[in-house]
């Protein structure tokens, strides 16, 4: 139906458009009056001290290298023009990462149907819009979900050598909670009989960017507070349900708190560990059981929700610790369903544009 580029062209301009326009939606005002948090704090920071000064400067305790980088042109523009260009960045950004995902499915042999929805899942799902509603501060989060599917569908020789390597470093000097890929790469370089070559090789860069993450978390003033404790655990468990029930938004709203509230569940902890053990069982038996895409899906499940649960247990929960694992969750989901979408082209493209509305 479509050539190879022009798919990841169409999903990534999709994607800026949606993010966009989910924050006119929201509040028309902030595309052009608004910046949130550090989308203009890194911006300010470029303008004092320069771009390299500010990359290597901690925030929260770790550094954040795409949000800084993504900062970058918009210090180029009059502040007046902050809200809208920082907008408009983070919307190219988001759209690239859409595409990106889109492109790398197809790499792995999904159909186009199902690279498309999978590409428009981060960008769409309804809990974005709680917490990280086209924001360059929150980019990572779709890097993180780009740099799990890379690691759980080991696309060696799929891909140029040095790009799988290159993002992990990207992603591991971004955000701390990246460590949890290097299970898989672990996993994958004991018992993989071919590729261990660059599977060791993901792992050094990997590896690169995380012992500079720690030695900046070790050493920065304003380090963020870590108290692991039983506690921390259970509150984020006892959130996945209504995580989950944020699917249907109409039940759904904030709390006092900050934190998401449910019509249809309220937080429980046994049942957020009943469905993280049928996760974890899942995943196992696609392991066991599946071919070699449904394998990958598990891996994308579990990595995913490592991912939430990590900063989690430095001892608070948030909203924003549910977007990476409801966004692998539900593509995992559909690539797994992939043999049947294949087949159903037509209707797939048709469902996600009614769903699209929807959300």
């Given at each position: ?41 890194f911006p300010l920071c470029i303008n004092s001290y320069g771009y390299f000064s500010c990359l290597v400067d901690p925030f929260a305790g770790y550094l954040l290298f795409l949000s800084r980088t993504l900062a970058w042109p918009v210090s180029l523009f009059p502040l007046s023009e902050w809200p809208l260009v920082t907008n408009l960045v983070a919307a190219i950004a988001i759209g690239l990462g859409s595409g990106f995902i889109a492109w790398l499915l197809v790499r792995a042999n999904v159909s186009r149907g199902a690279a498309v929805i999978a590409g428009l899942i981060p960008v769409s799902i309804p809990i974005v819009g709680f917490e990280a509603i086209n924001s360059s501060g ?222």
């Open positions: 139906m479509f050539s190879f580029v022009p798919l990841f062209v169409l999903v990534a301009l999709a994607g800026a458009v949606i993010s966009l326009s989910r924050i006119l939606v929201t509040n028309s005002a902030a595309l052009s009056e608004l910046v949130w948090a550090e989308d203009g704090l929150s980019a990572y989060m779709i890097m993180l979900v780009i740099a799990a599917i890379l690691v759980s569908f080991r696309f060696s020789p799929l891909l140029p050598v040095w790009l799988t390597p290159i993002f992990l470093l990207m992603t591991s000097l971004t955000i701390p909670s990246s460590a949890v890929l290097a299970i898989p790469l672990v996993f994958f370089l004991l018992t993989a009989k071919v590729n261990r070559r660059r599977n060791l090789v993901n792992l050094f860069f990997l590896g690169i960017g995380l012992l500079v993450q720690f030695l900046v978390v070790i050493t920065a003033e304003n380090s963020r507070p870590i108290a692991i404790t039983f506690d921390s655990l259970t509150q984020w468990v006892s959130q996945i349900p209504v995580a989950i029930a944020t699917l249907a938004p109409a039940l759904t709203r904030l709390s006092g708190s900050g934190l998401i509230e449910s019509d249809l569940v309220s937080p429980n902890s046994l049942w957020g560990a009943g469905i993280l053990l049928a996760l974890v069982l899942a995943v196992v038996f696609l392991n066991l059981k599946g071919n070699s895409k449904q394998a990958a899906a598990g891996w994308l499940i579990f990595v995913g929700f490592l991912m939430g649960l990590i900063p989690a247990l430095a001892g608070y929960s948030n909203n924003r610790y549910f977007v990476v694992p409801l966004a692998v969750l539900l593509i995992g989901t559909v690539v797994i369903a992939d043999s049947l979408i294949h087949k159903r082209n037509a209707i797939v493209f048709t469902l996600v544009g009614i769903l699209l509305a929807v959300l």
